[in-house]
T-cell receptor, first 113, second 112 residues
Framework: GQSLEQPSEVTAVEGAIVQINCTYQTSGFYGLSWYQQHDGGAPTFLSY????GLEETGRFSSFLSRSDSYGYLLLQELQMKDSASYFCAVRDGRGSTLGRLYFGRGTQLTVWP | EPEVTQTPSHQVTQMGQEVILRCVPISNHLYFYWYRQILGQKVEFLVS????????KSEIFDDQFSVERPDGSNFTLKIRSTKLEDSAMYFC??????????FGAGTRLSVL
């Protein structure tokens, strides 16, 4: 089966840097995605890694190590609006090419002024 | 920016009633998904859909669930006889050629 582990909550102050880790177990790994969700709203796509290494998109970066079944999301220059839940999601590559996503339980990030 | 739209935003129904949740995926996307999120829990896959047929479904997606793409723009999820445990946020997602799924704002289904 599939399982993903991420911390349940993280707190930081404005302007700081925070890293949210995700470890996964999957029988058919294809890629790791990160989504942001405010107050139960739409999961908003942030980043996707299919290959090892770092992907940078503005203040957000995501890293993947397939050999370690590990990834992280790095948020820099934190702002109050970054307070949200962050989910890692594994893209299943078995069988169908459509690729269902398996989500972690989410990390609640609280940014303090 | 193109987005996935879902209606209604909130649906209240009585147990045993049928509900239809509607989604308009991003216009040039070809792959469609339904997920659900029970309050306080993680997002769970329900079903994927491509070329007018189900590609994959989870164990949650039993005979009470069905999906349809009745025209070129809409993608619906029907629950024939709702149960209390169907209460959740239901998210529609779509994907184009890039391997990124974009989610709608969701429909909150409350079964009384």
């Amino acid at each position: 089966g599939q399982s993903l582990e991420q911390p349940s909550e993280v707190t930081a102050v404005e302007g700081a840097i925070v890293q949210i880790n995700c470890t996964y177990q999957t029988s058919g790994f294809y890629g790791l995605s990160w989504y942001q969700q405010h107050d139960g709203g739409a999961p908003t796509f942030l980043s996707y890694n299919a290959l090892d290494g770092l992907e940078e998109t503005g203040r957000f970066s995501s890293f993947l190590s397939r050999s370690d079944s590990y990834g992280y999301l790095l948020l820099q220059e934190l702002q109050m609006k970054d307070s949200a839940s962050y989910f890692c999601a594994v893209r299943d590559g078995r069988g169908s090419t459509l690729g269902r996503l398996y989500f972690g339980r989410g990390t609640q990030l609280t940014v303090w002024p | 920016e193109p987005e996935v739209t879902q209606t209604p935003s909130h649906q209240v129904t009585q147990m045993g009633q049928e509900v239809i949740l509607r989604c308009v995926p991003i216009s040039n996307h070809l792959y469609f998904y339904w997920y659900r999120q029970i309050l306080g829990q993680k997002v769970e896959f329900l079903v994927s859909f491509y070329n007018n047929e189900i590609s994959e479904k989870s164990e949650i997606f039993d005979d009470q669930f069905s999906v349809e793409r009745p025209d070129g723009s809409n993608f619906t999820l029907k629950i024939r006889s709702t149960k209390l445990e169907d209460s959740a946020m239901y998210f529609c997602a779509s994907r184009g050629l890039a391997d990124i799924q974009y989610f709608g704002a969701g429909t909150r289904l409350s079964v009384l």
